[in-house]
């Protein structure tokens, strides 16, 4: 259940599933083929092209914590200076990283039409999601 959590976010009401990320991410195409092949529609966001959604990352935060969205192992973190990386240390300190380095950002986070949210990929977890 990590990255996992059944609070609503302020775009509860919308009833498309959207998928953030970056589009040559691995684990994000593995999560849109996944998705297409279990017949879920969804929308995609690019943070490449579009940004991170700066208004939806407090629900984000709200729903799933500020540890889970950073990824403390990928090729970004490690390439940020120290002092940056030691900086973060709560919500407002991760999202100004993130606002910063979109590709810092664990993918996919996906907002489900019931308005959870979850971080990475899945597929027991989904299944669930989806049934």
């Known amino acids: ?15 498309a599933l959207m998928v953030f ?4 991410c691995d684990t994000v195409k593995k999560a849109r083929s996944w998705l297409t092949e279990h017949g879920v ?3 995609f966001h690019d943070f490449k092209k579009l940004g991170v959604p700066a208004e939806l990352l407090p629900g984000w935060i709200a729903a799933v914590g ?4 950073l990824n403390r ?8 200076d120290p002092s940056i990386q030691a900086d973060v240390i709560d919500a407002d300190s991760a999202v100004a990283v993130i606002k910063s380095n979109p590709s810092v950002v664990k993918r996919p986070v996906v907002a489900w039409p019931n308005g959870q949210i979850t971080v990475g990929f899945d597929a027991t ?3 669930g999601l989806i049934a």
């Open 1 to 15: 259940m990590r990255g996992m959590n059944t609070l609503a976010t302020a775009s509860s009401s919308s009833s």
């Open 21 to 24: 990320g970056i589009a040559n």
């Open 41 to 43: 529609s969804h929308v």
């Open 66 to 69: 500020w540890e889970p969205l």
């Open 73 to 80: 192992k990928g090729t970004t973190w490690r390439k940020l």
């Open 125 to 127: 977890q989904w299944l």
